[in-house]
């Protein structure tokens, strides 16, 4: 336990040198039908919906399956819509997955904590991200404060537009179905070793869900995948574009 406070002091007194909280964070994305990370941590802790009642506006804790662990990670979870697996969501096409419909979302608040319950930081979160559409959003926060934002847009310049044959990333990896959306696991690093308390999934604009599964969190050691590249001004109206015609074709409302 020396060795990771050693490493979370000296990410910390990096993090005060580097700059702003939004330049800290990288994102990464795996390979086409890859449903969990290929990161290593220190700990972690994952929240897959299975064992959740599918309904509306659901609020709960989580222990990500870390109670036995040496570093306990808890969250917990309020206004999320859980479903079935079906073609939009539900990693493996089987259990259940996480969704929202609304521009207020769901929100996750997280926390960490050692054998002697001192706090220790969340730097990491993965998720399965399927049938992105044009409302996709995600914010992350420290107390209170937001620290980084990522939109559909951002999705689209790492998996590429949708639908497109020669293009793995579209329509779901295991039926085959929904071709107009991308299908992807993400990883989120915060570099600054600082870490976030609180997720929040939102659909804004509305035009259809915002789904996700596996929800992973912990503390690093590794990063893989690959990393996003960030596109010029041009491309990124030409994405724009893209979205809105997504939008149109999206299939169902709240």
Not at 123 to 130: A, D, K
Not at 154 to 165: F, R, S, W
Request: proline share 5%.
């Amino acid at each position: 336990m020396f060795s990771l406070r050693k490493t979370v002091l000296s990410a910390v007194a990096s993090a005060m040198i580097a700059g702003s909280a939004h330049a800290a964070f990288l994102v990464t994305y795996e390979a086409p039908g890859v449903v969990n990370t290929t990161t290593s941590f220190d700990y972690k802790g994952v929240e897959n919906f299975d064992l959740r009642t599918a309904a509306n506006n659901q609020s709960f804790g989580t222990d990500f399956g870390t109670a036995s662990d040496p570093i306990t990670i808890t969250g917990s979870y309020a206004g999320v819509d859980i479903y079935k697996a079906d073609l939009w969501g539900g990693a493996g096409n089987t259990g259940n997955y996480a969704v929202t419909f609304t521009t207020n979302g769901y929100t996750l608040n997280l926390s960490a904590k050692d054998e002697d319950d001192n706090s220790v930081p969340v730097t990491y979160f993965g998720y399965w991200l399927s049938a992105l559409d044009q409302g996709n959003q995600v914010k992350f926060y420290r107390n209170e404060i937001e620290v980084f934002s990522f939109n559909p847009t951002d999705v689209l310049t790492i998996t590429g537009g949708c639908p497109n044959a020669a293009n793995p990333y579209c329509g779901n990896p295991v039926t085959g179905e929904n071709k107009n959306e991308p299908y992807v696991f993400l990883n989120f690093y915060d570099q600054s070793g600082l870490g976030f308390d609180k997720i929040v999934f939102s659909e804004n604009p509305t035009g259809g869900g915002y789904e996700s599964d596996n929800h992973t969190v912990g503390y690093y050691t590794s990063i893989t995948g690959n990393p996003l590249e960030v596109p010029e001004p041009a491309s990124l109206a030409l994405i724009g574009l893209a979205l809105v015609g997504m939008g149109a074709v999206r299939r169902r409302a709240a």
